[in-house]
């Protein structure tokens, strides 16, 4: 991602407050950086949490990626869970970082030992641009297509429920195919044909959720999810483009032509404007590298390449003689130009390289592994100093000269005195050096004001920016309650036409059962499981569904577990009747969900096939029955619970005596 040094949306600095990630309640000190103010906050990791994914910022920032995650795992689910549109930013390098201070240091960032300056220094190193983007995820996203239930036994013959779901699956899967088909999105897909349909069907789709017209959801006999692909490991993007040093040929004219070729000698970028604006030609120039030399295809050279020159304060090159439009031809053969003004600005840089390769070669020989050729490159060529004096510049090693004081005087080589002549000429350069160095400060102080009046016009933009985001923000959330409500109604229509079929059918085979006619007033259905198991919980939740509010029979309530009583406690009925004693644990979670229980011989419930139906008098009175031994169950235990406080109060007070 390539940001500009401007703001256009909100960063977050963050550093450990107190505590550690690997404990339970680290502390983060978070700085909130817009570009225009500070604010800042100590926050525990679950409102950190909170409010990235209510604020959505553009960057999280800090010195150490792992004061977010105790180890690979936890980083890797941290950035699963991050906003579509927010990256994390490990301001001080990537595998081997540096100290923040250094890094602060060398950018001109306020730095202090501090959790919160350091959060602060971070927000600002990673709102100019500096560190590296952490990531886990491509940008491919699996969008997957499936059953949302499962194909046992239904109200009806197991074959037409199958092909209902399958058939369901299948339908899904095209709506989906169009969407991303409408989206202009590019994509591969893989089904598994089944009896009726699909039984499930993958999109590989190349964008992020966020680019993607389709949600996570689950509707009735299918289900829909999205995630995105994971790398093989965690990698590491810098937030602004490496600028190289190149070499530069330009082709004036009513259309100016500019082209960067690398010191390999590769062609990197070509570019032709009609406009002849020098600025925009110099910006252009300034994104995709530091130009060492700047070459033109005639000569003289003409006075507007030698303005771009001037500019960079490049070597300069010209051919000896124009070069004739054959040879261009041929040397650019092999590249790829829109126009003859490109094809010449090519051929400039081309021929200048040629020009200059041997000498190229001869300083990446000389250079050590630790220091940068195209730097050491710039200042032989462009600066004319020798490999040796920059090397020294480089590494400090100026006292060198003052050692070889003392030792007897000899005769001085031929390479050591044209390293003399080199050096006599370096201090003479020194003056012009600083000449140009003052024009460029001048130059800076005109930027400077110019940037001032550009940020006085994008803080109005930023607030635009804001206010847009804030508004797609909203619609999301709303678009996403309106699916939510969509998918509730949906269910409550199924489950609506499923009781009408029910009806149907008991009416049908029990017409002449007198008590659960249609007139009967004052009865309630009760819903029959075999066991207390989370099978038979599921089993009976295929057949005829279970739902808050149910009055449910159990034959046998033995043998639950805790598990088992938390998936019943999760369906919310309105009282549980049981035949046999529930375990203490499944008795425990019930009790603490407030869920009824009484023996089924206090309800009389008369059972035909799969259904069965009580009176509503008995089940009210059964669930008063279990109030009354509730309450008194409550005041049991908190009168034990004073006991006990008031025993260790006594043991303790005994213990300090």
Known sequence: MNRTAALDAVVFGVDIQSGDVRGDAPSYALVVYDGEGIQRDVVSRRKLRRRIDDEEPAIVATDNMYELAADKDQLVHFL?????????????????????????????????????????????????????????????????????????????????YTRRIHGAVKKQAREVESELDAAGLEYEREVTEKYGGFSNAVFRVEGRPSDIPVSTHRSGDTRVEMERVRRDGIEFRPLAKRRDHVVVGVDPGTTTAVAIVGLDGEVLDVYSSRTNDRADVIEWIIE????????ADVTPMPETVEKFRRSFDAAGWEPERDLPVDEKKHRTREERYENDHERDAMAAALYAFDHHESQFDRVAEK????????????????????????????????????????????????????????????????????????????????????????????????????????????????????????????????????????????????????????????LVP??????????????????????????????????AGRSTAQRLADIGPRVVLRNGNLSDAADEVLFEHDIPVAPADMVAVQEVDELAIAREREVEAAIEDWEDRAEDREKEQNTAMVDQIISEHRAGSAGEE
């Open 288 to 295: 995709r590298g530091r130009p060492v030399v700047l070459a």
């Open 80 to 160: 699963g869970t991050l906003p579509d549109e927010t990256m994390l930013v490990q301001v001080t390098g990537d595998e081997r970082p540096e100290p923040l201070s250094r890094v602060a240091k060398r950018h001109g960032v306020p730095y202090g030992k501090k959790p919160m300056k350091e959060a602060e220094a971070a927000a600002r190193l990673a709102a100019a641009n500096v560190g590296q983007e952490v990531s886990a995820f491509t940008d491919t996203t699996e969008v997957k297509v499936s059953r949302g239930r499962s194909t046992g036994k239904g109200g009806w013959s197991e074959d037409r």
């Open 526 to 559: 009760v819903k029959v499981v075999d066991q207390f198991t989370r099978d038979a919980i599921d089993d009976a939740d295929e057949r005829f569904g279970l739902a808050e509010g149910d009055v449910l029979l159990f034959r046998d309530a033995s043998g």
């Open 367 to 522: 250079v050590p592994p630790q220091h940068e050729v195209g730097h050491v490159v710039d200042r032989v060529v462009a600066g004319e100093e020798s490999v040796e004096a920059v090397l020294r510049d480089l590494e400090g090693e100026d006292e060198s000269e003052e050692a070889a004081t003392d030792h007897q005087p000899r005769e001085l080589t031929e390479e050591e005195k044209e390293i003399q002549r080199l050096e006599a000429r370096i201090d003479r350069l020194e003056g012009h050096v600083e000449d140009l160095k003052e024009t460029i400060r001048q130059k800076d102080d005109r930027l400077d004001e110019k940037d001032k009046q550009l940020e006085k016009a994008r803080q109005e933009g930023r607030r635009e920016v804001r206010k847009d985001r804030e508004v797609t923000r909203l619609e999301r959330r709303n678009d996403a309650l309106e699916r939510k409500v969509e998918e509730e109604q949906e269910r409550r229509e199924e489950l609506a036409a499923k009781l009408e079929r029910l009806k149907s059918l008991w009416k049908l085979d029990h017409s002449n059962f007198a008590d659960v006619s249609e007139k009967q007033e004052g």
